[in-house]
């Protein structure tokens, strides 16, 4: 099971420092990993590197990955962070195609597909977020946005495996009306996900769903218990380590 951090655009050197040592504290980080649930990091892309560093000296087995990479291998990109470099600082993956990304800053399916084909090719496990809006949630219609969002990534996906990639791909639900809104999808809503996956695209496509959106260690006890999915992808109540470590007990 991975339990993602994502914390956005927040956090700096010292309350990462504070929060690490919070972390630090606790003595299960081992043996958790033995029974496979993992804690990942995805600081902003300048506290790559100095977690990384933090990590190794504290000798804490999280995995970091970014929150983003360039749908491009190299060049005139300015602002942007290749595939290449976050191989380069030796991360474990990427999140891509997050709703945030999509609604805010214009990214589209297509470069949500390019950006995986280029992180499984420098052995990046990427996190492929998606989702419906609330109003995409009322036409009824909302299993069509999975698999159009889906679709040209599994087909990136697909020609990977044929070229011998075996690197896992994780699929992220996550609604955007239940990011940040307190607002928690339910059981059934992530059940009929996993279902339309594993009929659209198969098994493999659907047994490493993760659930973002609205996730604390109240409603996580909810969503393990059932066992319904992967892991998750944690905003908000992650970036209270307290918290990150409330839920690893609940697991
Ligand atoms: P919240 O947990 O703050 O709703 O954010 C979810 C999210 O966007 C994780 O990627």
């Known amino acids: ?8 655009m927040n956090m700096d050197r010292d309350a990462i420092v504070s929060y690490l040592d919070v972390l630090s504290k606790e003595g299960r980080w081992a043996r958790w990993c033995a029974h496979g649930y993992r804690l990942l990091l995805a600081p902003p892309y300048p506290y790559l590197d100095f977690l990384m560093h933090e ?18 291998e190299k060049g005139a990109y300015t602002g942007e962070v290749s595939a290449d470099m976050l191989r380069d600082l030796a991360l474990n ?5 997050h709703s945030e990304r999509r609604r805010l800053f214009g990214e589209t399916d297509a470069h949500v597909a390019a950006k995986t084909a280029l992180a499984l090719s420098r052995e990046l496990v990427p ?3 998606f989702g419906e809006t609330e109003e995409e949630r009322q036409s009824k219609d909302y299993p069509r946005v999975w698999e159009r969002q889906i679709a040209p ?6 020609k990977a495996r044929a070229s011998g990639s075996e690197t896992p791909v994780y699929f992220a639900y996550e609604p955007v009306w239940a990011i940040g809104t307190g607002r928690t ?7 009929e996900v996993a279902w339309n996956l594993r ?21 996580l006890s909810v969503l393990v218990e059932k066992g319904t999915v992967y892991g998750f992808l944690v905003g908000g109540a992650f970036l209270d380590p307290e918290i990150v470590l409330r839920s690893f007990h609940l697991l």
């Open 1 to 8: 099971m991975l339990m993602v951090a994502n914390w956005k």
């Open 55 to 72: 990590l190794r000296e504290r000798e804490l087995p999280f995995w970091v990955v970014a929150q983003n990479m360039c749908a491009h």
């Open 93 to 97: 993956g990427v999140i891509l195609g």
């Open 127 to 129: 996190i492929v977020c």
């Open 153 to 158: 990534v599994w087909k990136e996906v697909q």
């Open 185 to 191: 999808a339910a059981l059934d809503d992530i059940r």
């Open 199 to 219: 009929e659209s695209f198969g098994h493999e496509c659907s047994s490493g769903l993760l659930y973002g959106g609205s996730v604390n260690d109240e409603s």
